[in-house]
């Protein structure tokens, strides 16, 4: 474990200069998420100047060129001194320093890579090539301390200027943070904290990706504790991804005092993959997200939005899960985005999962509840059934004709002829019922998607997805929909 900070406190600035912000519940890697303007950089500027001999700012905004220039070097042996010209968001000499600070790290330790000395030269290589697998990094020492060769062309690398914008920000940031990171092991120096500011500028989300493993590597390095501040859901993803339980949130609320740092679930972790680096991004602007119980749900919502007239994306939840699901995804949206009147997600669940809580605390997400037991009930309405050509009496009597054949479901189908299809429990024989009644579709799943997605639904599909559901999903925020047909009796 590399946690060294498990509460830290500094000034508040937001929304105005009044009391502290308290950060509980650190973990080894947390990670500062919010909007632009509400404070992650100051914050963490602050936490530098709290310890500066142990914590070290990476700034967002990093200048300069990738040599050596020795006037920087006596600054980067002293740890007081190291960073003092980073004073805001932008580091004009960043990659200087970086450079410098290498030669400074042979120098402390001397220029023998097969000394005794802790932590050689070989160590900071090989994270550097993790960090970026398409070059070749080599410590040097001399005139030239470092040597950068892309690996497709064998091209060295002798200027900032031949790299791409993504490129640069990555090796200068992987730069500054493994040769202050080699400093600190000969300066003996314990609980160091790497205070990363959107590292993510320019990046790639497979260039994220890389940034992520290498952030956790060099915490099982040098038990150095990480605070990353950003908006980037991919970062987000892929640091829960490569850290594991390690790693927590502060979804960044800037009238709050306590700030406390949230585990990383399994779900926090699959909304985040979801908003950012993917197909879905543009949820956060104009396609709200429908989060379904299950596997079942799942594909008959997928295949209802291939129609294009019902705009949502849809994302599959563990069932017993939705609620937590929910939750995440209303913190993330809190912590990415102004408050709106209009929800930007939705849970959909069952009638049996009722409750008189509809709105999420942050008021982001909105549950919704269908007007029958389950997902399966739809499949037997009247406008899915006349998508067969079948009425529901048809239906009943094919059901009632053919149950003996499938042996221990017999009695099960038999049940079914008679019940009352908005509330009565079809789980356990859904494959034997659209066997029956729909032999030229293989998946009742896709039969039923396709009744759902070609325009808003009415009369019996209508009664039993019920107005609430039909208002949010087909209608948004132009009103509620006219009353729906009564349910079949």
């Not at 900070?5 to 912000?21: C, D, H, K, N, Y």
């Not at 940034?211 to 501040?229: C, N, P």
Request: hydrophobic share 40%; aromatic share 6%.
């Amino acid at each position: 474990m590399a946690i060294h900070a498990i509460r830290l406190e500094v000034p508040r600035q937001f929304p105005e200069p009044s009391g502290t912000w308290l950060l509980t519940h650190l973990t080894d890697i947390t990670v500062i998420f919010g909007r632009n303007g509400t404070g992650k950089s100051q914050l963490l500027r602050y936490l530098r100047d709290q310890q500066r001999e142990s914590r070290h700012y990476a700034s967002p905004e990093r200048g300069g060129e990738i040599s050596f220039n020795a006037s920087y070097m006596q600054e980067e042996y002293a740890a007081a001194t190291r960073g003092s010209r980073r004073t805001g968001n932008t580091a004009p000499t960043y990659r200087d320093e970086g450079i410098a600070r290498v030669q400074a790290f042979l120098a402390r330790r001397g220029n023998v890579r097969t000394s005794p000395v802790p932590i050689p030269p070989q160590q900071l290589e090989a994270l550097m090539n993790v960090l970026l697998p398409a070059f070749t990094f080599e410590i040097r020492g001399g005139v030239t301390p470092t040597r950068l060769t892309r690996v497709s062309n064998g091209q060295e690398i002798s200027s900032v200027s031949v790299l791409s914008s993504g490129e640069a920000a990555l090796f200068s940031l992987g730069l500054d943070l493994v040769s202050i990171c080699g400093m600190w092991v000969l300066d003996e120096q314990k609980g160091g904290i790497l205070l990363v500011d959107e590292p993510d500028l320019h990046l790639h989300p497979d260039l994220q990706q890389h940034l992520a493993s290498f952030i956790v590597h060099l915490v099982d390095t040098f038990s150095v504790q990480v605070i990353v501040a950003t908006h980037s859901t991919t970062l987000l993803a892929a640091l829960g991804h490569y850290g594991g339980g390690r790693t927590s949130v502060v979804y960044l609320d800037p009238t709050g005092a306590e700030q406390q740092a949230k585990p990383f679930t399994q779900a926090a972790q699959e909304l985040a993959t979801c908003l950012g680096g993917h197909a879905l991004m543009g949820p956060l602007f104009a396609l709200p997200l429908l989060l379904v119980e299950g596997d079942d749900d799942y594909k008959v919502w997928a295949q209802a939005v291939r129609h294009h007239i019902l705009k949502v994306a849809v994302i599959p939840c563990d069932g017993s899960r939705l609620r937590e699901y929910e939750a995440a995804l209303d913190r993330i949206f809190a912590a990415m985005v102004d408050k709106t009147d209009t929800p930007l997600g939705f849970g959909l669940h069952d009638l049996d999962d009722r409750t008189d809580q509809p709105v999420i605390s942050g008021g982001f997400v909105r549950r919704l509840w269908l007007n029958c037991r389950e997902v399966e009930n739809l499949y037997m309405t009247t406008e899915v059934l006349g998508a067969m050509g079948k009425t529901v009496g048809e239906a009943r009597a094919q059901i009632a004709a053919r149950a003996a054949e499938f042996g221990g479901k017999a009695a099960l189908l038999q049940e079914v002829v008679n019940a009352d299809w908005q509330r009565c429990d079809l789980k356990g024989v859904m494959e034997q019922i659209a066997q029956i009644i729909d032999p030229q579709l293989v998946d009742w799943r896709i039969r039923l998607g396709q009744t759902i997605g070609k325009g808003e639904p009415s009369g019996n599909l209508r009664a039993f997805l019920g107005d609430e559901v039909v208002a949010a999903l087909w209608r948004g925020p132009e009103g509620p929909p006219a009353a729906a047909a009564p349910a079949q009796a």
